[in-house]
């Protein structure tokens, strides 16, 4: 008997299919106008917000910038800044509204990270809270995500508007 687990996931099969790098989503996705559909909370001048499409936590949500870069060091001066106030910003609008008690934030930068998309340098912020390592995690080895990623869009865009 088998002691594996199966996770019917089916909104994973575009990154499935994307393997290859051939989509180079966060280049494709600012394009294409519909940023309620691809989830894009705010536009900056050289970065903007996601959600991420399979986040570890409500909430999850990426600062990318525009600039296709694979490495930190690769980043202009004024992008790096643009970033780290966005991120400042996108933090609050989060602690605010989703009553978060803390973040993981980071990137994982190119294939030995973990990288699943190494080509485009990004920025992971996971909101926390002390109750999101319940028994689920811990008994289970299941995560839950308690709120459907167009409704957490809908919640949080009206506070990123007020970024102009």
């Known amino acids: ?29 600012p394009n294409e106008g519909d940023d309620r559909e691809n989830f894009i909370l705010y536009r900056g001048k050289t970065c ?6 399979y986040p570890y936590n409500n909430g999850h949500l990426m600062v990318v910038p525009y ?38 934030f980071g990137a994982n930068i190119g294939k030995g990270s973990g990288a699943s998309i190494e080509s485009h340098l990004h920025f992971h912020i996971v909101p926390r809270w002390s109750s999101d390592t319940s ?18 869009y809908d919640l949080l865009k009206p506070f990123f508007e007020e970024l102009g």
């Open 135 to 152: 028994f689920m995690p811990v008994v289970g080895s299941t995560k839950v995500v308690a709120q459907g990623l167009h409704d957490t």
């Open 67 to 104: 600039e296709e870069k694979n490495a930190m060091e690769d980043l202009e001066d004024d992008t790096l800044s643009d970033v780290m106030q966005v991120t400042k910003k996108t933090m609050a609008i989060l602690r605010t509204h989703l009553h978060c008690e803390g973040f993981n």
């Open 1 to 29: 008997m088998s002691h594996k687990k199966h996770l019917w996931a089916p909104w994973k099969m575009e990154y499935i299919k994307n393997k290859d790098g051939s989509q180079k989503i966060f280049s494709d996705k």
């Open 48 to 53: 903007y917000v996601i959600m991420n499409y």
